[in-house]
């Protein structure tokens, strides 16, 4: 059975809200005189009864009205507590999850008390209405954020084939090369080693990348292969790596960032170039911080990441050497990743993206992570603080892009403190926010395709200077001095 029903948008979630509006509409006090058993009782008159009907009837319109406001400000209310002051998930939860959330219980608030005042039908009426409520407003949670776009991703199912070719691709071809190919090719001449045909779009795949130095048991990494890469001869291409934040799969940059689909759009434009990009394991489970270090928590993670994960590509992938054309990056806990392993492992990546990046790992406190993950030492944990490793390993060579979303304040305080840091380094810097969203997947995808852009001018694969103006939905962020 195949689970790929939508869960952002379609009929899943249009027929939710749908049957949500038809319950509430039943448990309207329309046409039904609740004092009526009084009234007759004491045997009033016609316009009496009609009366005392129409006061029961405003009586339990006003106790509806009164139970969805006040559900709607404490839903509301716990929301933006546990967000923005508690802060209890290290991240902004944003205004769109505060109101969905808000709303959501303003409906939950409504039907219990419908549920409170009615019998027979209306009665059920509200006890779907109860559960209606429910699935809207997780449904709506989940289409902000965007981390499960459907039935298949939200049960953890691969949503990728595995890659069944052998992926080594030995290259000599430079995308100079290409680029001079194509452009013969377009002028009318013919080169006998020119691709006898590229394809439209690239490729999405998982594969397993063995931790044979860290022996972390990490899960299959998914990859893609643009079109220039699928080719018999491809160009050696920049690489991209990317992870997701935590909870989280290798796949989420790819079934909810919808990467794939910025890379497609570039190479269609660009004789089938685009950088080759990976999303590697750095969690192992879903539920496991590993803070992307070694640890003898979680075993050498960060080992895994930048020793053996670089071998497997190096060995199996047509990419340019490590160093000024590959790049690492991520969202949330991945990005907060990419900004203390980038400049620690500067001779591995010239490029660092962070969407959504943390200031610093938070798995715990800084004192328990410190006794836990790095055996009592302070000078480990500051090492992988990224304040700390930009200014001592970073390179003025390097370059950062910072993304975060309109409504992720806190982020955005964040990524001005690690700014701050890699300008004094002499690093080049950009930072942008992505308008009308927060700390969720519509972010990353706003981000990384102004990211993407920037990087292929930086990689060489675009001769085209990359501004902000031409990308609507972002703007520059305030308070660095870019």
């Keep these: 059975m195949q689970f790929d029903i939508n869960l952002e948008t379609g009929p899943l979630p249009t027929t939710v809200t749908v049957l949500m509006i038809i319950m509430a509409i039943c448990c309207l006090p329309v046409g039904i005189p609740v004092g009526r058993r009084q009234a007759d009782s004491m045997r009033q008159a016609d316009s009496m009864k009609k009366k005392g009907s129409g006061r029961s009837t405003l009586s339990i319109l006003l106790r509806q009205v009164a139970g969805f406001c006040i559900f709607f400000f404490l839903g509301g209310m716990l929301t933006y507590l546990i967000s923005d002051v508690w802060v209890l998930f290290n991240v902004q939860l944003g205004a769109l999850v505060i109101r969905t959330v808000a709303v959501g219980m303003g409906i939950l608030g409504y039907a219990l008390v419908s549920l409170s005042v009615w019998k027979k039908w209306r009665k059920a009426a509200a006890v779907f209405l109860v559960i209606l409520a429910l699935i809207w407003s997780t449904l709506g949670v989940n289409a902000v954020y965007g981390q499960y776009p459907t039935v298949k991703s939200l049960l953890g199912k691969r949503v990728y084939p595995q890659l069944s070719e052998k992926p080594h691709r030995p290259s000599v071809m430079t995308v100079k090369r290409w680029k001079a190919m194509f452009s013969h090719s377009k002028s009318g001449e013919s080169l006998s080693s020119r691709p006898l045909s590229v394809r439209k779009e690239g490729i999405v795949r998982i594969v397993p990348i063995p931790g044979k130095t860290s022996h972390f048991k990490a899960r299959p990494a998914t990859i893609y292969l643009p079109p220039a890469a699928l080719v018999k001869n491809p160009p050696r291409l920049p690489l991209l790596i990317l992870m997701a934040g935590q909870p989280g799969d290798p796949d989420r940059f790819f079934a909810a960032g919808k990467i794939h689909k910025i890379m497609d759009a570039f190479a ?83 490029h660092i993206f962070s969407v959504g990046g943390e200031e610093h790992e938070t798995n715990g406190s800084v004192s328990s992570m410190i006794t836990r993950f790095y055996r009592g030492s302070r000078e480990q944990y500051d090492d992988h603080v990224p304040a700390t490793a930009i200014a001592k390993y970073g390179q003025p060579s390097q370059t950062f892009l910072f993304g975060n979303g309109y409504y992720d304040t806190l982020g955005q305080k964040n990524a001005r403190i690690i700014a701050r840091a890699a300008l004094a380094k002499g690093m080049s810097v950009t930072a942008v926010v992505a308008q009308g969203t927060g700390h969720d997947w519509r972010t990353v995808r706003t981000v990384m395709n102004f990211g993407v852009a920037l990087f292929c001018y930086q990689t060489g694969l675009s001769s085209q200077p990359v501004a902000i103006k031409n990308f609507p939905h972002v703007k520059r962020m305030a308070g660095i001095g870019q």
């Design 268 to 350: 269609k434009k660009n004789d089938g170039l685009a950088p080759i990009v990976i999303s590697p394991d750095q969690l192992g489970n879903p539920s496991h911080d590993t803070l992307c270090s070694d640890t003898p928590v979680y075993g050498k993670v960060e080992t895994y990441l930048t020793v053996d994960v670089t071998r497997w590509v190096v060995a199996h992938l047509p990419v340019q050497k490590p160093g000024a054309s590959w790049g690492i990056g991520g969202f949330s806990m991945g990005g907060t990743c990419a900004t203390h392993l980038g400049p620690r492992h500067h001779q591995l990546y010239g």
